[in-house]
């Protein structure tokens, strides 16, 4: 049976598919977000052999399509179907990984209401069960990346629940996360942390 497209066309698959590109892991590739350079890390754990970990797909329904054209298709409504977990998630040395990622603008504090009560409620359950959880939180402004247990995470966040600071600020990240330097290949190689912490 062929696989067809909306406008009828047949769907005919690339010969060369199992081919695997290779990505340029250099520096020259500047001006990306902190998830692309995630996925771009996580690419490289995974053609290496070091870990298996993804960014999981937003579960969305789609309720209302239309097709303007025979060639086209538009999605006019769509619900979350339930609310997202954290982004990325895998394993790496038989260690179960699940983080969350977030770029802020601000130079002196990161704003808890970019983390939402379900993420936190997941992490905690993932951390019962010794599940490795953290924040990877790059300060665009200022270019600095850094790593935040969720065990700090947890208490800022409660901190926040009890009506204390509604954000983590920049001192605090330096006293209580580790900061990632940004190296060649992969760029931003958070494992090497998990990889230390572990120890």
Known sequence: ????YPNGKVYTPKKDQSIVKKKDYSFSNRGKTLED???????????????VIYKKPIPIQV??????????????????????????????????????AKETENRTAFPL???????VEHMRKVVKQHGICFLLVRFSAINR??????EH??????RMQTGGRK????????EHAIEISPKYAPRIDYLEIVKNLSV
Request: hydrophobic share 40%; proline share 2%.
């Open 1 to 4: 049976m062929a696989i067809r």
């Open 37 to 51: 350079e995630i996925n771009d890390a996580n690419e490289y754990y995974l053609t290496h052999g070091i870990a």
């Open 63 to 100: 309720v209302k399509v239309d097709y303007p054209s025979r060639s086209s298709a538009v999605i006019k409504e769509a619900y979350y179907r339930t609310a997202s977990t954290t982004d990325f998630n895998g394993v790496y040395e038989g260690k179960y990984i699940d983080f969350e």
């Open 113 to 119: 209401k970019n983390v939402h009560l379900h993420q």
């Open 145 to 150: 990346y850094f790593y935040l247990p969720f």
């Open 153 to 158: 995470l947890g208490l800022f966040w409660d």
């Open 167 to 174: 954000s983590i600020a920049l001192s605090e990240f330096e």
